[in-house]
């Protein structure tokens, strides 16, 4: 009598039905689009091929109910309870599921793009085959569900809750998994192919044979994780922890992974083509061989044999320090930041901001880079805004001209390519100097401002861990203030500083980073 009574005034153009009690119900093929059914109880109801598009049912009852085949595109289901229900090749397009509950609901094949699922729980449940194209699940409870082989490009997962979820040869590419629980997950053959995946923890994660292509796994956690026949190609797995991770056969050609903590992972096979060789921490990694090759077809492959991974790979990034005899105040500080902005429109590799370390006494800015062959040709732009930029760039000009004076004829190829490869880039950094000095708007930001004309001295760290003196002003570290007044006096020193070509060569003998 009540599905009756419901059917004729759904008839008559009546829409509201809240709180109808329509447990056990046989609705099947029911058309109640439209209609108000909140907080109405539809619990074991058959509702299996109904027309509910663009119903509202929110907070409404649901459990154990039959809805396979149903028609839900547009609904309103916020805060439903769906637990154990059968959604099997329904429709939910452009649903509206926030905070609903759906643990160990039948959802397989069923249409979910563009749904929002919002911090919903939908743990345990099966979506297998499911379609979640650009379907927003950030904040969702999945864990344990199963999601095997579902569409989910463009998804938003940030924050999801997805440990234990099997996802193998799920489609994942272009989704937002930044900061998910991905804990023990099977992703074995799964497509996550320009995903972002920063600082998500999938620790003991399976990704056997996945597509990571221009991931971002940034600041992740992949520890224990099995990434073996991978392919990470171009990824950025900047400051990643892959302790214990499996990347044998892995596929890493010009992925970024400075700052990447690679202790007792397995890196045997592994295609590195294009990667760096520093900034990587590989204490206790396990690898036989790697794959050199531009395309990773093994034609060209470097055996380890006994040589200890740690030589191949070295933590230390090379670095250019400025120390300026002064501490930077707020005026030189922006007069800093512009002066920079504007040289970095002519060299690139000054493109990352240094970083900055302030005390009461100096100021010390930092260039790391990626390359000791950049070092020299980096220390004579960086230091363009500075009263001391002449006398350090002709220290610098002096040193490349010793080193290319040196017979070749007693060097080693290695020490010859070293050299070969320092003066083209600082060439090319000359040139672009040159074009600095002759733009006199460029380095108007810093004229007359003291900081600037204050005593510095020139650092640099080879991926060794060996330092460098490249320039010392003779009046660094040597002031003092009279006793009776804030003057300052400057105490005259001899400049003493000398290169010899040793001391040179071993300095750029500890170069790390060059073709191989």
Not at 86 to 114: D, M, P, T, W, Y
Request: hydrophobic share 40%; with cysteine.
């Amino acid at each position: 009598m009540i599905i009756e009574e419901l059917q004729k005034k759904y008839a008559a153009g009546e829409r509201d039905f809240t709180d109808f009690n329509l447990f056990e119900a046989n609705l099947s093929g029911i058309n109640l689009s439209g209609a108000n059914l909140s907080r109405v109880n539809l619990s074991v109801a058959n509702l299996s091929g109904a027309n509910l598009s663009d119903a509202n049912l929110s907070k409404a009852k649901l459990n154990i109910t039959k809805l396979n085949g149903a028609h839900l595109s547009g609904t309103n289901l916020n805060d439903a309870d769906l637990n154990v229900a059968n959604l099997v090749l329904v429709n939910l397009k452009k649903a509206q599921l926030v905070g609903a509950k759906l643990i160990r609901a039948e959802l397989i094949r069923a249409e979910l793009s563009e749904a929002n699922l919002s911090f919903a729980d939908l743990s345990g449940a099966s979506l297998v085959e499911a379609t979640l194209r650009k379907t927003n699940l950030s904040g969702a409870n999945l864990k344990g569900a199963n999601l095997r082989f579902a569409s989910m490009t463009g998804a938003n997962l940030i924050e999801t809750n997805l440990q234990g979820v099997d996802l193998s040869g799920a489609d994942l590419s272009g989704a937002d998994l930044s900061g998910a629980e991905l804990r023990q997950t099977d992703l074995t053959g799964a497509n996550l192919n320009g995903a972002d995946l920063s600082g998500a923890n999938l620790r003991w994660a399976t990704l056997i044979g996945a597509n990571l292509k221009w991931a971002n796994l940034s600041d992740a956690k992949l520890s224990g994780a099995d990434l073996s026949r991978s392919d990470l190609s171009q990824a950025n797995l900047l400051n990643t922890s892959l302790v214990h991770a499996d990347l044998s056969n892995a596929c890493l050609i010009e992925v970024d992974w400075i700052g990447s903590d690679l202790t007792g992972a397995t890196l045997t096979g592994a295609k590195i083509y294009g990667a760096s060789r520093l900034g990587i921490k590989t204490e206790a990694a396990i690898c036989e061989w790697f794959d050199l090759s531009a395309n990773g077809d093994q034609s060209k492959v470097h055996y380890l044999n006994s040589e200890k991974i740690t030589s191949f790979f070295h933590e230390t990034l090379p670095k250019v320090k400025i120390i300026v005899d002064a501490p930077l105040d707020s005026s030189s500080h922006y007069a800093l930041a512009a002066t920079y902005y504007q040289i970095s429109k002519y060299l690139p590799e000054l493109n990352q901001p240094p970083s900055i370390q302030i005390n009461s006494c100096r100021t010390i800015i930092s260039f790391q880079m990626n390359s000791d062959k950049k070092l020299f040709a980096t220390a004579y732009a960086a230091i363009i805004a500075f009263n001391d930029a002449a006398k350090t760039q002709e220290k610098i000009s002096n040193i490349m001209k010793m080193l290319n004076y040196q017979d070749i004829n007693y060097l080693t190829p290695v020490s010859a390519q070293k050299i070969q490869q320092l003066t083209t880039v600082f060439n090319q950094s000359i040139k672009q100097v040159n074009r600095i000095n002759k733009d006199k708007e460029l380095l108007r930001f810093c004229n007359g401002i003291k900081f600037f004309q204050t005593p510095t001295k020139i650092t640099l760290l080879n991926s060794s861990n060996q330092t460098f003196n490249v320039y010392h002003h003779p009046t660094f570290g040597k002031r003092k203030f009279s006793k009776n007044s804030e003057v300052e006096t400057i105490i005259q020193v001899p400049q003493t500083e000398s290169y010899s070509l040793n001391t040179i060569m071993d300095f750029i003998d500890g170069f790390h980073d060059f073709e191989h």
